[in-house]
């Protein structure tokens, strides 16, 4: 089935320590996105990537990194992480043609830094 | 800018009671709208959606209509489960907007047998 795949699914990390979270897809969808969740609140948008184009939010801190070396994959890196940045990272893709806008989501990394 | 506002939680029910979960936007042009649905430690699965005034949208049971004049989108179902357990977030997407999908606050229900 076509889908969003997230890696890995529970992350542990040191505080400081860089890591990245992977996604990738079989949609084929030229939008990619990825979200930040903390307990009991919205998904928050950190950028998102159209095509090859990378659009940052305006609050997402510096500390917050992405590639998207093709179109199936995309990163998350987190270049020092501290203990506020502990969340579920949500992947979403979405196909923005026509009326088909909705984002399509991966299960989610939750990162603990330790 | 895009916003999305709806009814803050929880929202306990009994089993087979009515839902109803209120959601308001604010968009600049012409938005797809969408209601979310979350269970504990997943991602967001896509519930239903309506991408122009007056279209239902429908799934399950639940159903939504895009209300242009009122600019809103509240979530019914006549009869719920305990399985329908869940956060459910409303949410909106417009290409005016940068392609961005942006969410409410989220609404969590618990439904009791």
């Known amino acids: 089935d076509a889908m969003v795949i997230q890696n890995p699914r529970y992350q542990v990390t040191q505080f400081g320590k860089p890591v990245t979270l992977s996604c990738s897809q079989t949609?084929?969808?030229?939008?990619m996105y990825w979200y930040q969740q903390k307990s009991s609140q919205a998904p928050k948008l950190l950028f998102h990537?159209?095509?090859?184009?990378?659009?940052n939010e305006a609050d997402t801190p510096d500390n917050f990194q992405s590639r998207r070396p093709n179109t199936s994959f995309c990163f998350l890196d987190i270049r020092s992480p501290g203990l506020g940045d502990a969340a579920m990272y949500l992947c979403?893709?979405?196909?923005?043609?026509?009326?088909?806008?909705?984002?399509?989501f991966g299960q989610g990394t939750r990162l603990t830094v330790v | 800018g895009n916003s999305v506002t709806q009814m803050e939680g929880p929202v306990t029910l009994s089993e087979e009671a009515f839902l109803t979960i209120n959601c308001t936007y604010t968009?600049?042009?012409?938005?797809?709208l969408f209601w979310y649905v979350q269970y504990p430690g997943e991602g967001l699965q896509l519930l239903l959606k309506?991408?122009?005034?007056?279209d239902k949208g429908s799934n399950k049971g639940f159903e939504a209509t895009y209300r242009k004049e009122t600019t809103s989108f509240h979530l019914e179902k006549g009869s719920v489960q305990v399985s329908d357990s869940a956060v459910y977030f409303c949410?909106?997407?417009?290409?005016?907007?940068?392609?961005?999908?942006?969410f409410g606050a989220g609404t969590r229900l618990f439904v009791k047998a």
């Open positions: 309506a991408t122009k005034a007056d």
């Open positions: 979403a893709t979405s196909k923005q043609t026509g009326e088909n806008t909705e984002a399509f």
């Open positions: 990537y159209y095509d090859k184009d990378f659009n």
């Open positions: 968009a600049t042009g012409y938005p797809s």
């Open positions: 949609l084929n969808h030229n939008v």
């Open positions: 949410a909106l997407s417009d290409n005016t907007g940068g392609f961005k999908t942006i």
